[in-house]
């Protein structure tokens, strides 16, 4: 049985206090049929009833999270039952920080769901150990760390969705630095401070990637020509399969100690190289920000 590609199916699952609310509310503006706190029991019914002929439900974003009561218990199971059914979808799973939702919460004034009293931290603790295994399910996951609410709507639109409609993957190359966290949500990390340091050549020291100079300087080095051989062909023989297992979305992150010099340098290289082989691509430059 071929998979139908007529229903575009996600679950929006994640962390209490990620963002799961936000991305819900870009999926039902983008047309999706939207269902919040949906017990996962009933997931292959609802996709079942809107895949029957006349129906005219054709994007459906389903919201699962720990009030579900079966949650736990069943969505491995059921999760397991559409794959065996060969049904088409994506997992969206957003994450953050302990310290980023503990901020958050006491924003908002709220409790967290997994526990009656005010220990929000331990809650946050509890789920996430709960919900390992979603994590390293997803087709996609999202870090909401370091990101303000329109940022996630804007990465939303115009990477998860977008991708969704045009049924191409899109890929997103995005340097940072180690010393202000790896981007969790990636799906390739590569680590280039093994490059030559421009921050240690005072006249590159306050200039970025973005500057001549400091390009010049990173692409002079010979071990920056023999790293871009590699990596390109590693990446040249990655992405088609990729696509070929029907993921439609790709995080590369370029990570140097500070994110100003060799990471931004060596990710404008990569976005360059996938551009000019046609891939749907964007570029971020994390902490020049």
Known sequence: MEKSEALKTIIITGLSGAGRT???????????FCIDNLPSSLILDLINICSLPGSKIDKLALVIDVRSRDFFDQLPNVLKDLNKKNIDYQILFLWAGDETLVKRFKETRRTHPLVKNANVLKGIRIEKERMKFLRETANIVIDTSHLTPMELK????NTIISGLERERMQIQ???FGYSLGIPWDA????????LPNPNYVESLKLKSGLDKEVYDFVMSKKETEKFLKIFSKLLSYTIPNYILEGKNYLKIAIGCTGGRHRSVVIAKEIFNFL???GYEIIIDHRDLK
Request: glycine share 4%; charged share 35%.
């Open 22 to 32: 936000l991305a819900m509310r870009c999926f039902e503006d983008a047309g999706y």
């Open 173 to 175: 190359v995005v340097s």
């Open 187 to 194: 799906d390739l990390v590569m680590d280039v401070r093994f």
């Open 154 to 157: 804007n990465r939303i639109n």
């Open 275 to 277: 551009k000019e082989r």
